[in-house]
């Protein structure tokens, strides 16, 4: 979160693993690998410049894991 919220794409992407999957259901399709995702959150940040989040609760199941969040505007 404080990678996320210090809008930091290089620390963030290094928090994910090479073969990554990430679906943001409100944006479509999975992106998958870390390539693909630090292109996603420069582009995220610079489009939403005032965004942040704070997690109201993280599910966890195996290699699974999921952030229910609030924050941000989505003005941009």
């Not at 290089?10 to 630090?38: M, S, T, W």
């Not at 489009?47 to 989040?53: I, K, Q, S, V």
Request: avoid cysteine; charge should be negative.
């Amino acid at each position: 979160m404080a990678a996320y919220n210090a809008r930091d794409p290089q620390a963030l992407i290094e928090l994910y693993h090479d073969d990554a999957k990430n679906h943001q259901v409100a944006f479509g399709d999975p992106l998958y690998g870390r390539e693909a995702l630090l292109e996603s959150f420069v582009s995220f940040f610079t489009a939403f410049p005032d965004n942040y989040t704070h997690p109201l609760n993280i599910f966890e199941d195996g290699e699974w894991a999921i952030v229910e969040w609030q924050g941000g505007t989505f003005l941009g």
